[in-house]
Every structure is written in structure tokens, then in C-alpha cells.
């Protein structure tokens, strides 16, 4: 089995891209660092907006899905599970509030990442939530001629709990000797986490779940009021892409986790920038509907829904939201375009604004 040793990481160097989204990562984190003790009602309903996304995009990553009316049911506690998939969305929704609500107290142990498997597997009735999984899988791809090509085989079954207690130790000591930033430590954790793949199932989703928990410890709470998991799912090709390039020469101890380490920081990055603009959007409560919703029209380029301005513009209300938009349209300010739901709106280049 291959060794893990995080503090070699300290010895590498950065190249300028990867420096730049550190940095600015670093300055988004103080800037919005006040933001819920200021705003608690409107940081409340971002969570609420958030925990929604990322139980339904985790899930339609592994092609879990439901309607959005049932998952909203599902993740606000107000109606039970239908189906085999909407059980999957409930153990997603019980492990994000455990983060959410307990993640300094959840060491990176083996121990308790079982526990978060059992939870996630639990809804479903899995027997085999909250243990290692003991047969051998294959991450495996399926081309448009319909043969199977296995692209990577994960580390035997009799290997898997001592690869994991390897990673997490690795892990705890190198945060403690705070010589790797977070930022970069906790992407290659993760890597390493999906190569070794410890699961019979929700490999992908406790990888995920784990990337959160790690990144609140170290005080990069932005995935609580925007979702990664949603900017993931966005930009999913690229996700993918990333872990079977850093999957290469994985178990020679020679794969590179640069493409990996980049993507996420570009991931977090982008879930801070847009948490920026929505603070700025709803931050001033003293201005009308009206004119939240048409600062966030301003700050726009190219088309956007009616649903994306509500979750942009929590401070005002769904209801204000949308009479906004149609007062908005009337003045020619913005034009809406399609009909139903392809309905969008796109800034009028004529306005002036």
C-alpha cells in the first residue's frame, strides 16, 4: 500500500495561480467574517437556501434525484421519504446538519467518518452503512459503444481501514504543525480519500460532506450560505476531469494533485465571490424591494431566472421580488424572455443601465 505523508506537502512550490486564489480566498474570509452576527435573519435564510442546493446537487451528482417541491419537503423536515432515492436524500440532509451544527466537535478520525456514513446510509436501511467495504470495486466508464472500461481500481478491500487511519493521522498532524494552508491540505486529503474509495456506496457524497466539514473546522464557513456542492455540480466536467487526472500513477506514489487543488480553490473562490454580492445585495435593509431587486439587476450579465433573484435578494421576499421584476420589465429596464419555466429576464442594453 502506498504511504501518506501530508508535511512533504510544505516543501512544494506554488505556482501563482494557485498563490493568487489562496490569497484571495484569505481576504473574502475576513471581509465576510461579520456578516451573520450583522445579519442574522438574512444569513438565516441563506443557509436555509444553502442546505437545500447541496442536499439536492450532491445527490443528482450520483443521479439521486426528486421534483424540487418534494426535496424542498425533504430537507425542511416537512413531509417522509417516498422512495429508495428520496431515503438517500434524507441520510444526505441528517449528516449536513450534523456538520452544520456540530462540526467542531467531529474530529477527522476514522471512527467518526464511519458514524457519518452510518447516518447517511441509515434512511435507506443499508446494512452496510458504517462499515468499510469488504469487495473490491472499480471506478469504472461506460463509452458510447456501450463497452466498460474500468479507469481506476481502488486500493484492495484488506486495505482500506488502514489507509484511511493513515490519511486522517497524516492529516491531524499536518494541520497542527500549520505548515500546509487548509486550503491546500484539505483538497489532497480529499483525493486521497476518493482513491482509496472506503465505501460500498456514497463514496462521492461523504467526500463531499467531509470537504465542508473540513473546510468550517478551519473557518471557511462560505459553503454554509452558498453551495459548493451546487458550484460542483455547475461545473461538473471539470470535477471530474480533476480526480482522473490526479487518479494517474496514484498508487506509485507519482500522480500529481495540482489539477484537483485548483479546482477546488477555483470552487471556493467562486462561492465566496458570489456570497460577496449577495451580502452587498441584501446588506442595506434600509432600501425597498424595488431597489435591492434592481441593484441585483445591475450586477447581472446575461440572462437569469425569477428563482435566481429570489435566493439573491432574501431581504426582500419572494412575492416583492417578483412584482419587483414586473415593475422592472414595464419600465423597459429589463426584458423577459420564453414562457412557464424557461422563463428568464435579460438587462435591457437600451436602459441605460
Not at 290 to 302: F, H, R, T
Request: hydrophobic share 35%; aromatic share 10%.
Amino acid at each position: 500500500m502506498r504511504t501518506f505523508n501530508y508535511e512533504k506537502l510544505a516543501e512544494l512550490h506554488w505556482d501563482n495561480e494557485v498563490l493568487r486564489h489562496v490569497a484571495k480566498i484569505h481576504e473574502y474570509k475576513g471581509r465576510l467574517a461579520t456578516f451573520a452576527d450583522c445579519n442574522p435573519k438574512e444569513a438565516l435564510r441563506l443557509v436555509g437556501i444553502a442546505k437545500i442546493q447541496s442536499t439536492e446537487y450532491s445527490n443528482r451528482l450520483e443521479g439521486i434525484v426528486t421534483t424540487s417541491t418534494r426535496l424542498r419537503q425533504l430537507v425542511q423536515q416537512k413531509t417522509m421519504p417516498r422512495s429508495r432515492s428520496e431515503r438517500e436524500i434524507v441520510g444526505y440532509r441528517d449528516v449536513l446538519n450534523t456538520i452544520h451544527e456540530s462540526h467542531e466537535y467531529i474530529p477527522i478520525r476514522p471512527s467518526y467518518i464511519l458514524q457519518l456514513q452510518h447516518d447517511l446510509m441509515k434512511p435507506a436501511g443499508l446494512s452496510y452503512g458504517g462499515h468499510f467495504r469488504n469487495v473490491q470495486n472499480y471506478i469504472s466508464e461506460t463509452r458510447e459503444d456501450g463497452t466498460v472500461v474500468t479507469r481506476f481500481t481502488p486500493v484492495a478491500p484488506y486495505e482500506t481501514k488502514s489507509a484511511i487511519e493513515a490519511i486522517c493521522a497524516s492529516y491531524g498532524r499536518t494541520l497542527a504543525m500549520e505548515t500546509v494552508d487548509p486550503l491546500i491540505l484539505i483538497p489532497v486529503f480529499v483525493c486521497d480519500f476518493l482513491c482509496i474509495h472506503p465505501f460500498n456506496d456514497g463514496n462521492g457524497r461523504m467526500s463531499r460532506l467531509l470537504t465542508l466539514l473540513m473546510l468550517y473546522q478551519n473557518g471557511y464557513d462560505v459553503g454554509k450560505y452558498i453551495s459548493i456542492e451546487a458550484q460542483i455540480a455547475k461545473t461538473q466536467d471539470e470535477y471530474y476531469e480533476a480526480l482522473q487526472s490526479v487518479s494517474e500513477a496514484w498508487h506509485g506514489e507519482r500522480n500529481d494533485v495540482m489539477p484537483f487543488i485548483r479546482y477546488m480553490l477555483q470552487v471556493i473562490l467562486s462561492c465566496y465571490v458570489e456570497f460577496g454580492s449577495r451580502a452587498n445585495v441584501i446588506g442595506d435593509a434600509a432600501h425597498s424591494a424595488y431597489d435591492v431587486v434592481l441593484a441585483y439587476v445591475k450586477s447581472k450579465v446575461g440572462r437569469f431566472r425569477g428563482n435566481d433573484a429570489i435566493e439573491a435578494c432574501t431581504s426582500a421576499g419572494r412575492s416583492a421580488v417578483l412584482s419587483s421584476l414586473k415593475k422592472l420589465t414595464e419600465e423597459g429596464i429589463i426584458r423577459k424572455e420564453g414562457a412557464g419555466r424557461a422563463t428568464f429576464y435579460i438587462r435591457n442594453d437600451d436602459s441605460g443601465y
